[in-house]
């Protein structure tokens, strides 16, 4: 069993940064992959990123560039830096672990805001 706690979120001006954090409880958590998704009022989750267990990362193409992932599994800690922030980031940041065998995330957090003026 893995439970998962996001933080950092916040409001923040268009153009500042932030960073999220994702800390787990559980002994194979470093073996776990991690994805971070969000949804905005009135919208459909979305991908925002994911990191495996070995520290590959992939990007939705609305963050690419902006957003960063990583790791540190010593502290069993995910976090998603976030440059650049748009007002369009604005949304309930989750994340979300699953074991590397398995097809679907079976853990989730219960979300942070974060909210982006212009």
């Known amino acids: 069993q893995v439970q998962l706690v996001e933080s950092g979120g916040g409001l923040v001006q268009a153009g500042d940064s932030l960073r999220l954090a994702c800390a787990a409880s559980g002994r194979t958590f470093p073996t776990y992959t991690v994805a971070w998704f969000r949804q905005a009022p009135g919208k459909e989750r979305e991908f925002v990123g994911v990191?495996?267990?070995?520290?590959?990362?992939a990007y939705a193409d609305s963050v690419k560039g902006r957003f960063t992932i990583s790791r540190d599994n010593t502290k069993d800690t995910v976090f998603l830096q976030m440059n650049s922030l748009k007002p369009k980031d604005t949304a309930l940041y989750y994340c979300?672990?699953?074991?590397?065998?398995?097809?679907?995330?079976?853990?989730w957090g219960q979300g942070t805001q974060v909210t982006v003026s212009a």
């Open positions: 979300a672990a699953r074991a590397r065998m398995e097809n679907e995330y079976q853990y």
């Open positions: 990191i495996d267990w070995s520290g590959l990362t």
